[in-house]
């Protein structure tokens, strides 16, 4: 058979085969574990130590509370997968605010960790904030 180019060839996703979050109960579609995010996340906060002291104890601790055996393996690092990004970054986002920072550390931490592809959430609360 002769190779055929620029022909779509159709894929089917099956759906059943990905776990769902634990928060929302959606179909975690983008494996990223709260792991790899968490680590990502301290990074940024040691640029802001008081948003750092608030916030790095309280997801460690949610981490240590929520893993789970079952799920999609992470892209980055392969463990399971259990909280959906769009979940875990706002529960970040909520432990931020808390903190009080200004909107333009707000507007910094919402566009880089900003998972909201559906734009159900905080990415209204970014443009708000005049991002983006």
Not at 31 to 55: M, S
Not at 67 to 95: M, N
Request: charged share 25%.
């Amino acid at each position: 058979m002769a190779k055929k180019f620029d022909v779509a060839v159709q894929t089917y996703n099956n759906l059943e085969n990905y776990s769902n979050c634990i928060n929302c109960n959606n179909t975690i579609i983008n494996p990223l574990c709260p792991h790899c995010l968490t680590k990502g996340f301290i990074e940024w906060a040691k640029a802001y130590p008081d948003i750092e002291k608030e916030t790095v104890s309280k997801v460690k601790h949610f981490i240590k509370k929520s893993i789970k055996d079952t799920g999609e393996d992470c892209a980055i690092c392969g463990k399971k997968v259990h909280t959906c990004v769009y979940c875990f970054t706002d529960f970040l986002y909520s432990l931020v605010k808390e903190t009080g920072p200004g909107p333009e550390i707000l507007s910094e931490f919402l566009f880089i960790f900003n998972f909201d592809m559906k734009r159900i959430g905080y990415v209204h609360e970014l443009e708000a904030l005049g991002g983006y």
